[in-house]
Nanobody
Framework: QVQLVESGGGVVQAGGSLRLSCAAS????????MSWFRQAPGKERELVAT????????RYADSVKGRFTASRDNAKNTVYLQMSSLNPEDTGVYYC???????WGQGTQVTVSS
């Protein structure tokens, strides 16, 4: 069984930055691609970023491209999402996941004030 625990969320003003972390325990995720999703109030969950097992390949939603950066430290079994130039539309609960295995974190709230 894998547990994913996100941290790093909070309240930030527009234009600010946050770094989310997702620590995995119970099993190494070194060989797996990982994803970040978010869900804004009243909206469906959307894919924000994916990162390959090596970290060498990343993909982003158009809405965050150029502002968000996914990375990982396999030695620490942790993935990160660096978010910059945040705007109120980035507000939501952010989840890390290994979707093919059905593993999801509990989410961390990000609130961007205008």
């Amino acid at each position: 069984q894998v547990q994913l625990v996100e941290s790093g969320g909070g309240v930030v003003q527009a234009g600010g930055s946050l770094r989310l972390s997702c620590a995995a325990s119970g099993r190494t995720l070194t060989n797996y691609g990982m994803s970040w999703f978010r869900q804004a109030p009243g909206k469906e969950r959307e894919l924000v970023a994916t990162i390959s097992w090596s970290g060498g390949i990343t993909r982003y939603a158009d809405s965050v491209k150029g502002r968000f950066t996914a990375s990982r430290d396999n030695a620490k079994n942790t993935v990160y999402l660096q978010m910059s130039s945040l705007n109120p539309e980035d507000t939501g609960v952010y989840y890390c996941a290994q979707p093919t295995g059905g593993y999801w974190g509990q989410g961390t709230q990000v609130t961007v004030s205008s």
